[in-house]
Structure formats: C-alpha cells, structure tokens
T-cell receptor, first 112, second 112 residues
Framework: ELKVEQNPLFLSMQEGKNYTIYCNYS?????LYWYRQDPGKSLESLFV?????AVKQEGRLMASLDTKARLSTLHITAAVHDLSATYFC????????????FGTGTLLAVQP | DAGVIQSPRHEVTEMGQEVTLRCKPI?????LFWYRQTMMRGLELLIY????????DSGMPEDRFSAKMPNASFSTLKIQPSEPRDSAVYFC??????????FGSGTQLSVL
C-alpha cells in the first residue's frame, strides 16, 4: 500500500527566504503530483512529475523527483506572502489508474 | 469549461438524517473520485469510478456510505444515516486517463 509522508507539517518563513518541502513515498509510484490549497478553497494542481530526475518550475516554485530515493521536493525561492497556503504531494498508486494518495500537507506561512 | 461542479456547497443536518452530495465531472473525463478532508485524517480517497464503474471503494468508511455514477456526467455520494463524525469537506475530482485530477469546490458537511 502506498503511503506518502511530507515534512515539515508546518513552515513559517520570512519573505525573501528559501526553503524546501520534502515528500517521501513508500512504494513505486508512476508519477508524483503537487497541489496547492488556500484556506477554505479547493485543490489546485501545481506540478506533475513523470519520471526520475524530472524538474519543473513555475515562478518561485520548483519541484523535482528522485524515484530511486522515492523522494520529491518542492523548493521555494525568495518566498512572498502570496505563497502562503497548504501544499500537498500525492503519489499515483500505479497502473492505468489515477488513484492518488495524498500526503499530510505542509502549511506554509510566509511572514512579511 | 465550468470545471467540476459540486452541490451543495454547505450542508447542515441532524444526526440520523440522509445526506446526498452531488458531483458533475468535467465533460470528457473518464475517471471520478470522491475524497474526504478532515483535520485529523487529511485527504482520504473514498471511492473512484472509471468509465462510470466503481473500481475501488476500499476507502468507504462504512456501509452507511454509498456512491453511484449512473452516467458520465453525474455522481452522488450518500450517507445514511449520518453521524457527527461524518462532518468534513467532501471533494469530488475528475480526470482523463493518466492525467492530473481536477477538484471541485467541495461540500462542507456538518452533522449536528
């Protein structure tokens, strides 16, 4: 059974600083997803990582995937307040399905 | 496209009552998922359908929960009878094969 763990669970950082959120998963996963959720809102897709070594960047966020280590990272560069949200990673349970198992989420609070 | 549409947005009911949540997936998507989100348990996959057929309902907590997808454009999640511990945000999501999930706005359920 696929299990997905994130750390840290809560991250308070100052604007302008860099930090990384880590996502470990327990078994083989075909692809790895990152989602963002604002308070009281739905989940918005950020990245889909399909293969070992995949790296994707959007603005101040960069996601990478190491399938051998079963690790994905979400790196935040020069954080701004607008990035404050909860970030989830999710692993695909494999095969032809899109059964996603989500991590616990990381609540990011960017302080001015 | 209007995205995944869920109704109602909020539902307040009394213990023992039947609750029906509704979802209209994005047109053309062949997979539909029901997730439940709580502070204690995070995002849990309850059930998912592929081409209107339930594939995996192992996440459905009890027999009180049931889900149907009578056609490609409509799904329901029913709780009967409802209990206070069912209070949560219920999300519906849809996707095409091997593509990312698109989430609806969710239904905030409160069982008193």
């Amino acid at each position: 059974e696929l299990k997905v763990e994130q750390n840290p669970l809560f991250l308070s950082m100052q604007e302008g600083k860099n930090y990384t959120i880590y996502c470990n998963y327990s078994t083989t996963s075909d692809r790895l997803y990152w989602y963002r959720q604002d308070p009281g809102k739905s989940l918005e897709s950020l990245f889909v990582l399909l293969s070992n070594g995949a790296v994707k960047q959007e603005g101040r966020l960069m996601a990478s995937l190491d399938t051998k280590a079963r690790l994905s990272t979400l790196h935040i560069t020069a954080a701004v307040h607008d990035l404050s949200a909860t970030y989830f990673c999710a692993g695909n349970y494999g095969g032809a399905t899109n059964k996603l198992i989500f991590g616990t989420g990381t609540l990011l609070a960017v302080q001015p | 496209d209007a995205g995944v549409i869920q109704s109602p947005r909020h539902e307040v009911t009394e213990m023992g009552q039947e609750v029906t949540l509704r979802c209209k997936p994005i047109s053309g998507h062949n997979s539909l998922f029901w997730y439940r989100q709580t502070m204690m348990r995070g995002l849990e996959l309850l059930i998912y359908f592929n081409n209107n057929v339930p594939i995996d309902d192992s996440g459905m907590p009890e027999d009180r929960f049931s889900a149907k997808m009578p056609n490609a454009s409509f799904s329901t999640l029913k709780i009967q009878p409802s209990e206070p511990r069912d209070s949560a945000v219920y999300f519906c999501a849809s996707s095409s094969t091997n593509e990312k999930l698109f989430f609806g706005s969710g239904t905030q359920l409160s069982v008193l």
